[in-house]
C-alpha cells in the first residue's frame, strides 16, 4: 500500500500543477475595439471566446451564463433570454486579485497576461489616481460597491475594483455600453 502511495503521489502532485498551471491571454483594447490574443472581438459574441479559451469553464447558470476560467482569471458573462443562453457575451471580467475580489463568482487564478487599453497598461499595482490621472476625458462614478469606479469611453463600459487603499486593482470589469 506504502508503494502505491509513493507510485501515485507524483503522477497526482503533476496532475494538479497542470490543472493549475495559469494560462496567459493577452487583451487590447483600442478607441472601443476589444481584442483577445489579437483577435477582434467584433459582435460581442461567446463562441469566438470559447474558440481562444477552450470549452474548460466552468458555466454557472444566474441571471447570466458565467463562463468561468479559472486559469486565465476571466469570467464571461454571456446574456440570457426566455431561460436560454443567447451567445451575446455582457462582459468580461478580469481578475487581478481574485482573493479579494467582493464580486461572487471569481476566478481561481489571477490574470497573468497583458492587458492594455488604448496603449495604457493595467496591471496589479494600478492605482485609482493613477487611472485618473490617464483618464481625464472621462467622467468617473463612484460605484455602489466600496472603491469601486465605472467610466463610459468609445461605446465601452469600464469598471475598476481597488483595494481598500485603492494603491492595487482587483478586478476590472468591460462591457459593450447598452
Known sequence: MKKLFFILLPVLAFSVAVAQKSMPVN???????????????????????????GSNARVQKKSNNIHVYDSAGLSLYEEIIDDKPNDRLVEIHVFFDPAKTKWEKPSAQKYAGKFTIDGFSITPKLG??????????????????PHSYFFKKDGLTYFFDFNDAENGLVRVSVGKDS
Do not use: D, H, R
Not at 490621472?133 to 460605484?143: D, I, L, P
Open 27 to 53: 487583451l487590447k483594447i483600442e478607441s472601443g475595439k476589444f481584442f483577445m490574443n489579437e483577435v477582434q472581438l467584433n459582435n460581442w459574441q461567446v463562441a469566438p471566446v470559447v474558440e481562444i479559451l
Open 128 to 145: 485609482y489616481a493613477q487611472l485618473k490621472a490617464q483618464e481625464k476625458n472621462v467622467t468617473f462614478t463612484k460605484s455602489y460597491k
